[in-house]
């Protein structure tokens, strides 16, 4: 019988990151509860690990990517001793084909289980302006007859619609529907023949969507669903050499990492947009300069988070006027920014009256971002201990929550019952409670 030889791979990579057995064990489980599976590994399962001992299929993902957190690179399963996987071939699949695939997987209901295990990725691959730019694979005529700029107009129609359902209602049922638009319209549409002007245009208003489709996503919490949709939209983005929607899918990146706690990614991503936009205007930089001071608070840089939040106030001083367009960013926007720069530099009374500020001016249509930024306000306030105003503006969220359906807003809502259960003695905490368990379903009751 041969003896169970140690794993030389995953030894070394153990070595590098400096951790215990013990704090191996605690990221590995850190990650499950972020993936929504918890888990309970400890020292021992490590030293298994190390000796030889395979970890579960399901599992090795996450020893992966806990690594690859920890030495902030990407590690394959070859490099840490683990059967090669399928998509460790080196291969991607042309955009048009991988685009397709992805949809379809979004749309089958079989699928959702798989999609939703996808983890988030600091250590993703992703492509600078120079590598996508002009670059499309040749697209093979299909059935479809030429098209041409109506039905580019036509898609760009419908991303916007999508996006107001987004704002109003939340990404739940939004996102299928962009999905299947993706894969019965858009695709047929990118290779069909058109005009070079024409199939530009059509993968700029692709990217949009994926874009789009990748934020809705990340509402639902499914992280590396989203980051698939967003490496698409900037392969799109680049094909087509639209340098917006690029550098707006970068700092929808760099969101979605700093929301995650990853502050070094959110950094890497945020100035990965900026320096993508040398000729951006004034709303454009305030949009990224933003994201760039959130993302310098979190790594607790405070002389960088206040220089980069003056320049996106200058630049907003200097923005064009308030023309409604996807993906812009207003003053709401910013005096959110400045709320989130104050609280991770300690200042939660600042970042309070900056989020009420912001609440103030935000456009009554976008309910699932008002229901986020009211429930992270009212937090707040419990945390300086003003339980009074903080059952206050949970009564707000409360109001909206009813119409929204979004994974983001259902865990606010959670957190929002677990929070106030310690103060049920007090009358307001008692009745908000009480009302929040009349208005949730069953899955967000705790």
Known sequence: MTARQPNAGLERLYRESGWTLRQFAQEVNRLGTERGTPLRYREPSVHQWLSGHLPKESVRPLVLEV?????????????AGFPAFPEESGSHPATVEGLADLGRQDMDPSRRSV??????SVALTVPGWPDVVGRMEAIQTGKTQRIGMADV??????????????DQFGGRHARPMAAAFLVNTVTPYLRADATDEVRKAMMSAASD????TGYMAVDEGVHGLAQQYYLKALELAGASEDHLTYCTTLRGMSVQAVDLRH??????????????SPQAGPRMRAFLAGQQAHASAQLGDRTMALMYLREA???MERAESQTKTFGSYNPSSLTYHAGQVRYELGDIHGSIKELEESDRLRHGSFKRNRIRYLSMLAERQLEIGHLESACATWVKVLDIYPDVQSGQCDKAVSTMQARIRPYLKNQAARNLYQRARSVTAPSVVV
């Open 153 to 166: 107009n036509m898609v760009i129609a419908m991303t916007e619609r999508v996006s107001d359902l987004d």
């Open 313 to 315: 106030e200058v630049a």
């Open 67 to 79: 690594l690859a957190r920890r030495l902030l690179r990407p590690i394959t399963h070859n490099e």
């Open 115 to 120: 999609l939703n295990a996808g983890l988030f």
């Open 263 to 276: 502050g070094k990614t959110a950094m890497r991503l945020a100035d990965a947009a900026a320096s993508a």
């Open 209 to 212: 969507l994926c874009y789009l």
